[in-house]
């Protein structure tokens, strides 16, 4: 962030919100908390001039990183690790404002008492990045300040369901009238499509897609009975198509990397991505994504121990980690579209072994 003028207003803006966040910790104890998180969103909208100006030029000639599609961070888990191991730029994409979305059931002690504590954890979490890493991580409402159309979003997310299907002319009025069980719906779908759809991070592709449903169906079911399980399949991959769609609008508008821990988002954002192929803007987006998640699965939290993020920040700035990976994968041509696995994982590894290599020598000369 090179505009000294936009750096000075973001920090100021995060201790404003790192301030206003241990109040709101305070209050969650004593306060009803669908309160507290309007007031959450209130101070973001109060301030989404400048959010917006700080979102529309932080990446404007820097390689911006956004963690989403994820609760919170987790920075006891050390998860800030490997999040600030590509790129310049490291946003966190505040995950409050998801919990207004987040069907209530006041009459559920239990669920009630889950929640609040869930919200507890994130707003901690935020505290702790702001306090300790505001020089290297920050916190914005990405999505909540992103301007995005609804019924675009059903259409993207219909477009990428139907295309799974072997019958191209297949519709949303063909689909709920002639599809009843998730055996039909195996039957009906492309056979490449089969092992690229998951429902939980649990799933083993070596399973049947109908043993894959059915576990999903005995453990998170969140239908009544009566709705029979083509539509159960429908709404369920329709949500995760659509907040897909909705991570890849954002990062297009701010032109950033959605920087995802979890396979699910990760495999809808790639199969969401087949629609576009002709866009090289787009292409390039998911290609970096796919990277970084990548090295997030092989990212050895053993070998950071005892380390202090700060010196491991300088390890990787020293070493120049992304201009390394960027110039690999360009030697290589390696894009979207043709990409190894075993490849970029080669060309990742590689590097994240330099980086252990210096925190290693640096932790044993301090």
Not at 49 to 78: H, M, P, R, W
Not at 249 to 261: A, G, V
């Amino acid at each position: 962030m090179k505009n000294s003028f936009i750096y000075d207003q973001a920090i100021k803006l995060q201790n404003e919100y790192c301030a206003f966040l241990k109040n709101a910790l305070i209050k969650l104890n004593s306060s009803d908390f669908l309160m507290i998180l309007d007031e959450i969103n209130l101070f973001w909208y109060s301030n989404r001039e400048i959010v917006q100006l700080i979102l529309n030029y932080i990446s404007y000639d820097s390689e911006c990183y956004t963690f989403t599609g994820a609760s919170f961070l987790d920075i006891n888990d050390k998860e800030h690790f490997p999040f600030v191991v590509l790129g310049e730029i490291h946003i966190v994409d505040d995950p409050l404002h998801k919990f207004i979305s987040v069907p209530y059931e006041f009459h559920n002690a239990e669920y009630a008492e889950k929640l609040r504590k869930q919200i507890m954890y994130t707003i901690e979490d935020n505290i702790k990045i702001i306090e300790e890493y505001s020089s290297t991580i920050l916190i914005f409402p990405v999505t909540l300040l992103t301007d995005i159309n609804l019924d675009v979003i059903v259409d993207a997310s219909n477009q990428a369901f139907f295309s799974m299907f072997k019958d191209e002319s297949m519709t949303y009025e063909r689909y709920f009238n002639e599809l009843n069980s998730i055996a039909d719906v195996v039957e009906a779908l492309d056979e490449k499509t089969l092992n690229s759809i998951i429902f939980t991070e649990k799933d083993d592709v070596e399973n049947t897609l109908e043993e894959r449903f059915n576990n999903y169906l005995h453990e998170h079911n969140p239908f009544s009975n009566d709705v029979n399980e083509a539509r159960i399949f429908y709404f369920t991959l329709s949500g995760f198509f659509s907040q897909s769609f909705n991570i890849l609008l954002k990062c297009t508008q701010y032109n950033m990397i959605p920087y995802l821990r979890y396979d699910v988002v990760f495999r809808y954002l790639m199969l969401l991505g087949t629609n576009f192929m002709n866009n090289e803007k787009i292409q390039e987006i998911l290609f970096k994504s796919a990277c970084a998640h990548l090295l997030y699965k092989i990212f050895d939290k053993n070998m950071i121990k005892n380390i202090d993020f700060m010196k491991f920040v300088s390890c990787v700035q020293q070493i120049g980690l992304t201009e390394q990976i960027n110039s690999k994968i360009d030697k290589n041509v390696l894009s979207i579209k043709n990409y190894s696995i075993n490849d970029i994982t080669d060309i990742l590894k590689s590097e994240l072994n330099e980086i252990y290599e210096c925190v290693s020598e640096t932790n044993t000369t301090s």
